[in-house]
């Protein structure tokens, strides 16, 4: 069988043309990976430049100090207990940093993600503590622990957990056996102590000591001092007692469930620290507890390869308790499809995506209820810093749609 002329020349330019198709140069595959480069360069900047920021504090080298964070963490520091990494002695100065977490907002902004092995946790609060002396990272010694009292912010039973920051930069806790117990009265006192080489721990009900850390020669001298705080407050207790009596019969009642709501404050506030915990080495610190067994699902998302985003990172943080899951997006992986597995239906959660694209910020918001295997589509929007670092406060801004 013959093959018409006109056929053969047809195929003939038709394979030409094909052969002819241009192909990407590889001078564009090198732009085009310098691009992305520094499309992740940009976004992890802008996601550095949100963290939450350290609290500094310089305390003496030879001596007893106590740290106090601005939320309430205090740190009882024992330079003695300290060495370098090649087993030196501390300087004449510790330098302390400090990060207090107890927000989903924080959790978020410091990439604190609330997973232990697969596992989702409930946050307690996040605490970074680290320690350095003249430039020289410090550790506890073999046997050695850290003595910290760190804030009490729910009532739920919590244990103890080590953060390590895995190769994406993402944090894994690890659980250990102790669990975070609290007492009734918790104050922490130092202004009778002999030459600020001792701190006392003691419970301000009653004046029982609770713990004395520090020069043990001095326990004698400084434990007796008790006994004076107590009956200079017992003093105080009297007075003010007569004066609230007095105060009853000339209120309104109004103004007395004004002081019956002031006293309970102040009673809550007695009661707003964990019981002194050892913290066998420095770093990551979480108070945690895991998420109820419930029914759960996996969300799924899909990122738009025509975006042309290099890499993304997707947040989702409940609305209600302090637990946020972060995943990476990136464009090097063969489906735009990623997904958050075994995730609790019924609960409200926002999910954040935070992308940079030829030096522009881009961002995708929703607030959700999760429902049994939910699916969307990142729509991205160009986003200033300060926007997307308003998005994390979930509560102050709940039901904002996709935009």
């Given amino acids: 069988m013959k093959i018409p002329a006109i056929l053969l020349t047809a195929g003939s330019l038709f394979y030409v043309a094909c052969n002819n198709t241009p192909k990407p140069s590889a001078v564009d595959h090198r732009a085009d990976s310098l691009r992305m480069k520094q499309d992740a360069e940009n976004l992890n900047e802008t996601i550095k430049k949100m963290d939450v920021p350290s609290q500094l504090f310089s305390a003496p080298g030879n001596q007893l100090s106590l740290i106090r964070g601005k939320k309430g963490t205090v740190i009882f520091l024992t330079p003695g207990d300290l060495e370098t990494e090649d087993g030196q002695a501390p300087g004449n100065n510790v330098i302390v940093e400090l990060k207090e977490i107890t927000n989903q907002a924080d959790l978020t902004r410091a990439n604190a993600q609330t997973i232990s092995n697969g596992n989702l946790l409930v946050s307690g609060g996040a605490y970074y503590v680290n320690m350095t002396s003249g430039g020289r990272q410090l550790k506890l010694k073999k046997d050695k622990a850290l003595k910290i009292a760190f804030p009490k912010i729910t009532d739920s039973a919590m244990g103890l957990y080590y953060g390590q920051r895995e190769s994406d930069g993402l944090i894994n806790w690890q659980p250990t056996k102790e669990l975070l117990t609290s007492k009734n009265g918790y104050s922490i006192d130092t202004k009778d102590t002999v030459g600020n080489k001792s701190i006392m721990v003691y419970n301000s009900d009653n004046y029982k000591l609770m713990g004395y850390f520090g020069d043990t020669g001095n326990f004698k001298r400084d434990t007796a001092s008790l006994g004076v705080m107590k009956k200079k407050a017992d003093v105080i207790r009297k007075e003010t007692l007569i004066k609230q009596r007095i105060q009853q019969y000339i209120q309104d009642s109004i103004s007395f469930e004004k002081e019956k709501k002031y006293i ?20 990551w610190i979480n108070c945690d507890k895991l998420f109820p067994d419930v029914v759960r699902t996996n969300i799924t998302y899909t990122i738009n390869p025509k975006d042309s985003i290099a890499i993304a990172y997707v947040y989702l943080v409940y609305k209600d308790i302090n637990t946020f899951i972060n995943n990476m997006f990136n464009n090097r992986m063969e489906s735009g499809t990623r997904y958050f597995e075994n995730i609790p239906i019924g609960y409200q959660a926002r999910l954040i995506a935070v992308a940079n694209r030829n030096n522009e910020l881009l961002t995708c918001k929703m607030d959700l209820t999760i429902v049994k295997d939910q699916h969307t589509l990142i729509l991205w929007k160009k986003t200033t810093p300060e926007e997307l670092n308003s998005y994390f406060d979930v509560k102050s801004n709940w039901g904002s749609l996709t935009k």
């Avoid at 506030?269 to 050892?278: A, C, G, K, R, V």
């Fill in 264 to 283: 309970i404050a102040s009673k809550k506030l007695n009661e707003s620290l964990y019981d002194i915990t050892n913290i066998k080495k420095l770093g």
